[in-house]
């Protein structure tokens, strides 16, 4: 899971730099799937060292981003009848928004398994 955050905070980073210089450098909220990157690239890195700590640190932070980005993503219909006010900002919220949800659903799979392996490998010592 380390690796997955670490690769999804560089998604993220990109998808921010990317709008940015997409949108003229016009405002700065276009980074901030950047600095949700980034956090989430640092909670993989602490990952690295501390898997627990750094994933459910990440996982926190992404649950924000969603709820951050959530606004914008209910603008979807506006976008795609051609009325939305800043379109730039409504996709880039789109594709911040399913990522985090995938590494949300990752993240939960994730401790799932960790789970079910710590009590099938509890059961075999107490056999």
């Given at each position: 899971?380390?690796?997955?955050?670490?690769?999804?905070?560089?998604?993220?980073?990109?998808?921010?730099?990317?709008?940015?210089?997409?949108?003229?450098?016009?405002?700065?909220?276009?980074?901030?799937?950047?600095?949700?990157?980034?956090?989430?690239l640092v909670?993989?890195?602490?990952?690295?060292?501390?898997?627990?700590?750094?994933?459910?640190?990440?996982?926190?932070?992404?649950?924000?981003?969603?709820?951050?980005?959530?606004?914008n993503v209910?603008?979807?219909?506006?976008?795609?009848?051609?009325?939305?006010?800043?379109?730039?900002?409504?996709?880039?919220?789109?594709?911040?928004?399913?990522?985090?949800?995938?590494?949300?659903?990752?993240?939960?799979?994730?401790?799932?398994?960790?789970?079910?392996?710590?009590?099938?490998?509890?059961?075999?010592?107490?056999?």
């Amino acid at each position: 899971m380390p690796r997955t955050t670490i690769g999804l905070g560089i998604v993220l980073i990109a998808v921010g730099v990317i709008a940015y210089v997409a949108t003229a450098f016009a405002s700065w909220t276009a980074l901030i799937p950047a600095i949700l990157g980034a956090v989430i690239l640092v909670c993989g890195l602490i990952g690295l060292k501390n898997q627990k700590l750094g994933i459910h640190i990440a996982l926190v932070v992404a649950i924000l981003g969603i709820f951050g980005t959530a606004m914008n993503v209910m603008q979807v219909g506006a976008l795609i009848a051609g009325e939305a006010e800043r379109p730039a900002a409504v996709i880039t919220s789109i594709i911040t928004f399913v990522l985090l949800i995938l590494y949300v659903v990752l993240g939960v799979r994730s401790f799932i398994a960790a789970r079910r392996w710590k009590n099938s490998a509890q059961a075999e010592t107490a056999a």
